[in-house]
């Protein structure tokens, strides 16, 4: 990778300052909610990119500055006669765009904070920063020791009783993906035992095959919060304990509420952090990870392609509600709320749909 594009996504990171969102102000899903506080990065290249809808409109690609005021990329490039080389609108459109893209809506969202007259973020209802993903979202299970070791005597798969070599991959259906305030439907006709897995997101930025470990982070994108929501009925007892159908119904993966470019996170300060109305549930160190993001980077993309825009939850730590005693489990009028420090916090409420 050339020293610009390392500069750009990795080199220069420094810590975000504190949690990005502070709980007494926690944003909500529907209009009047208290509006996100935003803490500044501390990286000069960090940014937090957001896909959003202003005032009713179509959705776009946003930048929220530090003082909580948005940028709609689209329309301040027209008005500032910049012909962006990707699709304002679309979040994989800026991703794929590579460095030339992030140096536009550096520039651009730069320009754009001299305005006294831009929209705060209390106006903007945030979606998923990547609404659809093209690929199924990618994801490493037991990837934090005492997670692994909660759930021994609860899974009803006695065959795996170690930690294995290699990460374990497995992955969620596009539909799962959901906006970072909005509910998570609950049918208790199918199953009654939704649970709640936080976890960082890690967002590809460019492809790559084969990609080697001490190079995987120039491959890194960005971070958001995400939430491997799961139905341990179905993963476990249905479908011959297979986990794909358990963990990819229907925007059962929320995600948000930005994404935070790379050169805005220093890892070893982020913590990962689940609470269910209010109540701390889950709440770890990146340092805990058993394999570090340049691992999982590695060995997934060993003989399988990789592709911009890609998404990887990197695994959740302890404290799931299945391995409790007695188990808890999510149930309709439940705030699911799922924190990483220094990018976000997201806040989804589990509504029934029968």
Request: aromatic share 6%; charged share 20%.
């Amino acid at each position: 990778m050339d020293k610009h594009r390392r500069n750009l996504i990795k080199a220069g990171a420094s810590a975000a300052v504190g949690s990005m969102l502070m709980g007494q102000n926690l944003a909500q899903a529907q209009s009047g909610s208290p509006t996100p506080a935003v803490a500044p990065l501390a990286g000069k290249i960090g940014m937090r990119l957001a896909t959003a809808t202003i005032a009713g409109g179509a959705p776009t690609v946003i930048v929220v500055l530090d003082d909580g005021r948005i940028v709609d990329l689209k329309s301040a490039a027209q008005r500032q006669n910049v012909a962006l080389g990707f699709d304002g609108a679309s979040m994989l459109a800026l991703v794929a765009s590579g460095n030339a893209g992030l140096v536009q809506v550096k520039a651009v969202a730069d320009r754009a904070a001299q305005d006294t007259g831009l929209p705060s973020l209390g106006q903007a209802s945030l979606m998923s920063p990547i609404p659809r993903p093209d690929r199924n979202i990618y994801c490493v299970g037991w990837n934090y020791l005492d997670h692994f070791e909660e759930g021994k005597n609860a899974r009803a798969d006695k065959v795996v009783q170690t930690l294995p070599d290699h990460p374990v991959f497995f992955s969620k259906a596009t539909h799962t993906m959901n906006g970072p305030f909005d509910p998570i439907p609950h049918d208790i006709t199918n199953s009654n035992t939704t649970d709640w897995e936080a976890e960082l997101a890690v967002v590809i930025g460019r492809r790559g095959r084969n990609i080697q470990e001490a190079e995987a982070m120039d491959y890194v994108f960005g971070y958001a919060a995400y939430n491997d929501t799961t139905s341990r009925q179905i993963q476990q007892k249905r479908h011959g304990g297979q986990w794909f159908k358990g963990k990819s119904l229907d925007g059962h993966g929320p995600m948000g509420p930005w994404i935070v470019t790379a050169a805005g996170v220093k890892l070893d300060d982020v913590r990962v952090i689940c609470r269910v109305n209010g109540v701390e549930k889950q709440n770890a160190s990146y340092r805990q990870m058993y394999f570090k993001i340049p691992r999982i980077i590695a060995e997934l993309s060993r003989g399988m392609t990789l592709e911009a825009g890609d998404i990887i939850a990197t695994g959740t730590p302890s404290g799931v509600g299945f391995a409790r005693t007695p188990p808890e489990f999510l149930k309709p009028g439940d705030m699911l709320e799922t924190e990483i420090t220094g990018v976000g916090i997201i806040r989804n409420p589990i509504k029934s749909e029968v």
